[in-house]
């Protein structure tokens, strides 16, 4: 099982790996470059910004992480999330008549969100655990499939909120406690749940040791398949709990939401040192993943150096750095 060592000198004291310190020092950096390219980086509005915007894609990094140190993968994420984003609409927009606008609708739209992430989840993961399907291929299906159906459910279009719900359900977003947004604590609150899962208990455990050999984890009593159905149910969950929070921002959905949240995601989670042959994963190294992508993408747009659609190129040339250097780094270990 791989680990996050630590490097311990001659007089006993234990040095943090590069893979440890390395995202810390990245993050550090991007903070500096952005405070000297830009007076209003620091700026408390500028960061609660990136913060928010970040809570969409770090509640989903934060499933990510334990479906990759399984030694699996998704790719259907930000389909799954457009496609249940588009569920979620249609259900409250057909139930406004019975309920009106009030908490009930609200709270049926979440539990929509909540079942079809989970159903969505189990199915990824009943297909690639019990059928022996490859993750990589029954996730590129679903993303495919989800793309079609909200596609198909917008008729080509997008699927709008009613305007009194939307102005209802609007808080949700853009309301807090004491000036942090409900995302930004959303966001905090899994990542506190996630980090104790993943370090402290049984499934965390069990995720890493099936990640890490499979044939060895089964010797060992753990329940493989059940370990991976897990991980894509629990992900799927966390993608309606992201979609809960973006609904009330736009109100709306269509076949371009969701577009790269795969890739942020699995960037995050890459950057963050969770391996992606599986067997370790570290929760709060996706976190520092999500904000150095957020920031880059939030220093491309208060600066011009370089153009913001190349975004995902930064994105996807990181992606490729951070396994490179994790499988250097594997080598020397």
Known sequence: ???????????????????????????????????????????????????????????????????????????????????????????????????????????????????????????????????????????????????????????????????????????????????????????ALVVIIGEIFMSRSRFGRHCAATGSNEHVAHYSNVNVNRTRLLTYAMLGVLVGVATIMYVPRLGSASASTGVLWELEAIAAVIIGGTVLQGGFGRVWGTVIGVLILSLIDNILNLTDLVSPYLNGAIQGVIIILAVILQREAKAKG
Do not use: C, H, Q
């Open 1 to 187: 099982m791989a680990s996050d060592t630590a490097i311990t000198d001659k007089t006993g004291f234990r040095i943090p790996s590069m893979s440890v310190i390395g995202p810390i020092l990245a993050l550090a950096i991007l903070i500096l470059i952005g405070a000297l390219l830009n007076p209003n980086f620091l700026g408390a509005g500028n960061i609660t910004n990136v913060l928010a915007r970040s809570a969409f894609i770090g509640i989903i990094a934060v499933g990510m992480t334990f479906v990759i140190t399984a030694g699996g993968l998704d790719l259907s994420v930000g389909s799954m999330a457009a496609f249940i984003a588009g569920l979620m609409i249609l259900v409250m927009n057909a139930a406004l008549p019975t309920l009106g606008v009030g908490v009930p609708i609200i709270l049926l739209g979440m539990l929509t969100a909540l079942v079809a992430g989970v159903l969505a989840g189990l199915l990824n993961g009943f297909l690639i655990t019990t059928l022996g399907i490859e993750a990589f291929i029954v996730t590129l299906g679903t993303m495919g499939i989800y793309r079609s159906l909200v596609t198909w459910l917008a008729d080509g279009g997008t699927l709008s909120l009613d305007f009194g719900l939307r102005t209802f359900y609007r808080p949700v977003y853009f309301d807090g406690i004491l000036g942090i947004s409900w995302p930004i604590i959303v966001f």
